[in-house]
């Protein structure tokens, strides 16, 4: 098993460095530029990264927050994620240890339920969840999922990350009290 593991995030990181790793200027989500972007939707939407990614984020999500019954994060890097994780457990054994998926909107659905969290009608008041994200650069947010489920009536037990960019995130997300996980840095990118 452990060596399956091994294998699989060696892969994940082939597959990551080939299709989302990009050397060039973008503008971050929080308006910092970089000379480097890691694009990890282009990963979690192919067949294999979405396999890859749902066996190693659940394998880091039981390991550290055995308790969650869901995971969840904000749209949309973090949608694929979810969906993984919810599949993966599922598939490795169901019933009453598969942990359920859920979405953190940006902004409340604007019209019909307004709601905030999609899948929050399947977990009760207080239920534990894991936040899943793919990148960590700010962690703002990680930050603003980690808020919004709070404020929702969800317990969180950590948060889960592909990449850690090592420019902050990890620290911000400590500083508010909450674990982070994450399977790789900014270094297995570039060494
Ligand atoms: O740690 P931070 O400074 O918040 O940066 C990382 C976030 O930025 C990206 O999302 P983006 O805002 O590009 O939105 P998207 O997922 O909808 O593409 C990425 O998916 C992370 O969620
Ligand atoms: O900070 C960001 O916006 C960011 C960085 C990165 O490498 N990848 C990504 O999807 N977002």
């Given at each position: 098993m452990a060596d399956t593991l091994e294998r699989d995030r060696a892969r994940l990181l082939e597959v990551l460095t080939q299709r989302s790793f990009e050397r060039r200027r973008v503008v971050l989500s929080s308006g910092k530029e970089s000379d480097f972007y890691i694009d990890c939707k282009r990963t979690a939407?192919?067949?294999e990264g979405h396999y890859l990614i749902g066996r190693l984020l659940?394998?880091?999500i039981r390991r550290d927050a055995p308790s969650a019954v869901a995971a969840g994060g904000l749209t949309l890097g973090a949608d694929p994620l979810a969906s993984a994780v919810s599949l993966t457990s599922f598939l490795e054994g169901g019933g009453q240890k598969s942990l359920h998926a859920f979405i953190v909107r940006k902004e409340p659905k604007g019209h019909g339920t307004g709601q905030w969290i999609e899948g929050l009608s399947a977990l009760g008041p207080g239920a534990p969840v894991a936040i899943v994200e793919d990148v960590v650069t700010t962690?703002?947010?990680?930050?603003?999922?980690?808020e919004r489920a709070k404020l929702e009536g969800l317990t969180v037990l950590g948060a889960f990350a592909l990449v850690d960019r090592l420019e902050g995130g990890r620290e911000a997300v400590e500083a508010a009290g909450h674990r982070l996980t994450t399977l790789f840095t900014r270094k297995d990118f570039i060494p």
């Open positions: 939407l192919l067949a659940l394998e880091a962690g703002a947010s990680t930050l603003k999922a980690i």
